[in-house]
């Protein structure tokens, strides 16, 4: 089962690093996606991290390029998502989910961690 951790309360301009751990399958075999839903609005898709050894591609959306980094240590089964220069604008809850590649529907879906950025 999938769970997003590391939210929290930071500063606008200020950073922080989620991750995504499950104690099931390695997440190694999986393309791994970030997403988020802020209050009242639609869940936003913000990157995701290819599945490694293959054609798989690592894509980002435009909201988010140049300020967040996702990346994997897969001795510790885990994806992060590193993010900088945040902005009031990324205050939600924050999703990580697993697809056999970033070109598929996603599976498997874990429970959210809120991060809130005040101005």
């Known amino acids: 089962q999938l769970q997003a951790s590391g939210g929290g309360l930071v500063q606008s301009g200020g950073s922080l690093r989620l991750s995504c751990t499950t104690s099931g399958s390695a997440l190694g075999n999986f393309a791994v996606g970030w997403f988020r839903q802020a209050p009242g609005k639609g869940r936003e898709g913000l990157v995701c991290l290819a599945r490694p050894g293959g054609h798989d591609k690592t894509t980002y959306s435009d909201s988010v390029k140049g300020r967040f980094t996702a990346s994997r240590d897969s001795g510790k089964n885990t994806v992060y998502l590193q993010m900088n220069s945040l902005k009031p604008e990324d205050t939600a809850v924050y999703y990580c989910?697993?697809?056999?590649?970033?070109?598929?529907?996603?599976?498997?879906w874990g429970q959210g961690t809120l991060v809130t950025v005040s101005s």
């Open positions: 989910a697993t697809a056999e590649l970033c070109a598929y529907d996603y599976e498997s």
